[in-house]
């Protein structure tokens, strides 16, 4: 059974169909995904131009405008289409859907927060940042400009970015991939043998904290940026400009691999004692001008 609305005015809608995918295409505004109890809901606080089409059918919803698809979303090619849009359109659009969706965001100029999902999470964004709280299923986030920003996330993430830095709290326990131009990079890992991390980055800063002590084989590489470590176990060496720290933490179950052209590149230390960043994540980490759901990320998103 499909079912149809269009969107031109602030409205709530409960879907009565179980939700296994979403799908949002917006530009402008802000995107906020959040686990909680069935059924399905959706709030658009705020919309200005065209309408919005949320559809249903077989499990699927989508939220979109009528002339976008996910084509037009693609990360390297997004900025082309951001000056043509973002000054005809905007929506601020909540979700709460069940923990074990998959979610698929497109969005230009706005920024996108998903919290609590357990299943797979695809974002790609243009001057807009990601923000991801407690995501447990696997992450495949791409921003041009926007920033990322991981909190207690315990499935694999694979990160690009242009010019949007990367920052991961209380690490992962699934494997960490990413790759930016010029975004700086910084990665907390809160496991003694998380699995393997590996950032390339061609100026951006990197730097790295890891637990100690820690079960992880370290290599990291820099043409011409400076290199740190705080581990004694680690050898810094280099060659007619080039710098490497190289050698194995513990065990060496886990791997670590750092690649820079002229970023500079830090291996840190994590105290033992130290509290996780888990008990730092922001009780509201939407974006200022949104959270229309009375939302807790910590815990879900209440009944509307």
């Not at 059974?1 to 409960?14: D, F, G, L, N, Y």
């Not at 490497?244 to 105290?271: C, D, E, F, H, N």
């Amino acid at each position: 059974m499909s079912e149809k609305w269009t969107v031109s005015a602030p409205q709530k809608i409960t879907f009565g169909e179980p939700v296994r995918r979403v799908k949002v295409r917006t530009l402008a505004g802000a995107v906020n995904v959040v686990a909680g109890e069935a059924p399905a809901r959706l709030e658009i606080s705020e919309i200005d131009g065209a309408p919005l089409e949320v559809t249903v059918d077989d499990g699927e919803l989508l939220i979109t405008y009528e002339d976008l698809q996910w084509k037009d979303f693609q990360w390297k090619s997004l900025t082309r289409w951001i000056e043509g849009w973002r000054q005809k359109r905007r929506a601020v659009v909540s979700l709460v859907v069940p923990a074990g969706v998959d979610v698929e965001v497109g969005s230009a100029s706005s920024d996108t927060v998903v919290s609590g999902i357990a299943g797979r999470v695809h974002a790609n964004t243009a001057s807009g940042g990601v923000t991801l709280v407690r995501v447990s299923g696997p992450v495949d986030a791409n921003t041009v400009s926007g920033t990322v920003e991981a909190h207690g996330t315990s499935g694999g993430l694979k990160i690009n970015t242009v010019s949007g830095a990367l920052t991961v709290f209380a690490g992962t326990s699934g494997a960490l991939k990413a790759n930016s131009v010029s975004g700086a990079m910084t990665v907390d890992l809160d496991r003694p043998a998380a699995a393997d991390v590996e950032l390339t980055n061609v100026s951006g800063e990197v730097a790295v904290r890891i637990p100690a002590p820690a079960d992880t084989q370290v290599r990291a590489d820099t043409t011409s940026g400076s290199v740190s470590s705080s581990f004694d176990q680690l050898q810094v060496s280099s060659n007619w400009g080039a710098k490497r720290i190289t050698g194995t933490l513990g065990s060496g179950t886990s791997r670590l691999k750092i690649t820079t052209v002229s970023g500079s590149v830090a291996v840190l230390r994590r105290p033992e004692d130290e509290d996780g960043p888990l008990d730092a994540v922001p009780t509201d980490a939407t974006p200022s001008d949104s959270s229309p759901l009375a939302i807790d990320h910590q815990k879900g998103a209440d009944e509307a």
